[in-house]
């Protein structure tokens, strides 16, 4: 076998399994990340002292590839997270007891199966449990443009979810699922995709105890890893591809590196790639420039005490700016954390200020919903992505078909990988990685 080197761009999970599987093959490997650490969208960070994820977290028993992954980076232990998410009931009005909240619980069957009954029509209940029977059956209906979702957007013209359920379903699970995996509205999020969707419902979660950081340290122990460096240019040329890339110095300016490698992997969003792929060919660029992203703000914050109970550790809040507030962990009950997300959690460029400020009003109807004040808070961070959720696109297969086409024009100089590919959750991001080391080599 030849030893080739390769640049891997981006050092969020799809680009590090990637690189991990090239590394796995004895190839040398270059992984260039813009931001000072790895992890991307997972986003490792810490409040106070205690590492925390202000990102992707929550990790299936059905993630086979990225537990795989993450048990050859380091044998971290799992926290079970379980499914523990409460709507509010469409018919519920506020008392001084609280607000009707029906739970979805997944060590709870008979409570889950009573709510569910209660969120929708019977023939939406029976087209999801349908569609739901073809993503537990087969392990590719939970990634995108899988042959059962593939069929179903042909025949159906690929409506939005609102057009094919009820309002009851689209508001309650169904947007409890689009909000937090795609950070759509229902009518923003199409049938063609939704086996992605069901694939979240259908899963129970856990969490690693210590995050991902400690999986994310021992990566420089196998490659080159080179932090601070943001990828502005790629020039083909004969017998592989030029990396261009600039790094900040210590006097605010930018130097600006080359090297030649075989080959390069863009493990990147569709929206970072696009610009990089533009410039030699057009057609790529334009085609992932369509992939939609809507954005997201978390704030995790440290009570003096408990905000929620055992059995109930999550709340989707309906359709206000924040979209769901959850205990951090199964007994992490007095760290919470507000994702504001949704249409109307949409956030601009927002401050901690004006974080601070919707945070204290999702703590208002958080008080409203339980009929009780909230302990003290005692600490909290935050974060903002102004891309944070992949929302594929209408027809999305048609997309990734005509995306495939023109990778051809890559010569096995380039491949993809990324959350638009096979799916926006980590473990279809990780496979996506090492698809893209596999068609590579
Ligand atoms: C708030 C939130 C919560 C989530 N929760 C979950 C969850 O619980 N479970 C789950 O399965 N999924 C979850 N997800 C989804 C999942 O985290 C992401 O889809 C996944 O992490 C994306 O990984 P990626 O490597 O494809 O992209 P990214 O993580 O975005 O990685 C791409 C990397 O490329 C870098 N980069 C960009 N441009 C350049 C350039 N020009 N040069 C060099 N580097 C560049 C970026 O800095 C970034 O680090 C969540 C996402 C968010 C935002």
Known sequence: M??????????????????????????????????????????????????????????????????????????????????????VASSARSTARGTRLLPLDSSRPLTSLRSLLQMGTPRDLLRLALLARAVRRHDDARFLGSPTFRRLAARRDDPALTDYFSPRMTSSLLRLATVRMNGAEPDEAYLGTLGTNLGLLTDTFEQLDHGLAPALDRVP????????????ELRPHATGMQVQWTTSSSSHTRDVHTRDADGVILALPAHAAAPLLAPHRPEL??????????????????????VFTSEIRAVAMGDGPCSNAGAYGTTDRDLVRFT??????????????????????????????????LPERLDWTWRHWSAAYCAYSRHHARLLDQIATESRSLDGRMSLAGDYLLGASLEACCRSGEAAAAALL
């Open 2 to 87: 030849t030893v080739r080197s390769i640049a891997v761009v981006g050092g969020g999970i799809s680009g590090i399994a990637a690189a991990v599987a090239l590394t796995r093959h004895g190839h040398h490997v270059l992984l260039l990340e813009s931001e000072d650490l790895l992890g991307g969208r997972t986003g490792p960070s810490h409040l106070g002292e205690r590492p925390i994820m202000m990102g992707g977290k929550n990790i299936g028993r059905r993630y086979s590839h990225l537990r795989a992954l993450l048990a050859e980076l380091d044998d971290g232990t799992f926290e079970d997270f379980g499914i523990n998410t409460s709507t």
């Open 221 to 232: 122990a196998r490659l080159d890893v080179q932090l601070s460096s943001r990828v502005t």
């Open 285 to 306: 660029g334009r085609l992932l420039s369509t992939v939609r992203y809507f954005p997201a703000t978390v704030a995790v914050v440290k009570y003096a005490d408990d």
């Open 340 to 373: 504001f997300s949704g249409r109307r959690g949409r956030l601009d460029s927002p401050t901690r200020a004006d974080v601070d400020s919707l945070v204290a009003s999702a703590e208002a109807n958080l008080s409203d919903t339980f009929g009780r004040p």
